[in-house]
């Protein structure tokens, strides 16, 4: 018998978790939208930034002011600004690496 591709999983919960995983480890990763997302990730983004979107993204900018006052929070800060767009409209995203090393940019 054949499983289908996460039919009835909750698309919140998905998408809290691949923020969670991308707020862990940040560095030589990012997000890129999905080619085969429909519909229902745009109704579900409008839902998700009215609901909690636009509250942690606020969180993400405001945490990253503060950083960016130390040598050493420099790179903390520019990962915080990374997990905006994310942590604004999850859903149709997904994380891929980057071919670059982190301390290469």
């Known amino acids: 018998m054949r499983h289908a591709?996460?039919?009835n999983a909750i698309p919140f919960g998905i998408a809290s978790f691949r923020i969670a995983g991308f707020i862990l480890w940040?560095?030589?990763r990012t997000a890129v939208e999905r080619p085969d997302a429909g519909a229902a990730s745009c109704v579900g983004n409008v839902i998700w930034?009215?609901?909690a979107g636009w509250w942690l993204a606020i969180g993400h900018l405001l945490t990253s002011i503060p950083l960016f006052?130390?040598?050493i929070g420099i790179p903390?800060?520019?990962a915080?600004?990374?997990m905006i767009p994310i942590s604004l409209m999850?859903?149709?995203r997904e994380i891929v690496h980057t071919d670059q090393e982190w301390g290469a940019r």
Do not use: D, T
């Open 80 to 82: 915080n600004l990374k």
């Open 49 to 51: 930034l009215v609901f």
């Open 5 to 7: 591709e996460r039919p």
């Open 76 to 78: 903390f800060g520019w």
């Open 90 to 92: 999850p859903l149709g």
């Open 69 to 71: 006052l130390s040598i």
């Open 26 to 28: 940040p560095f030589g």
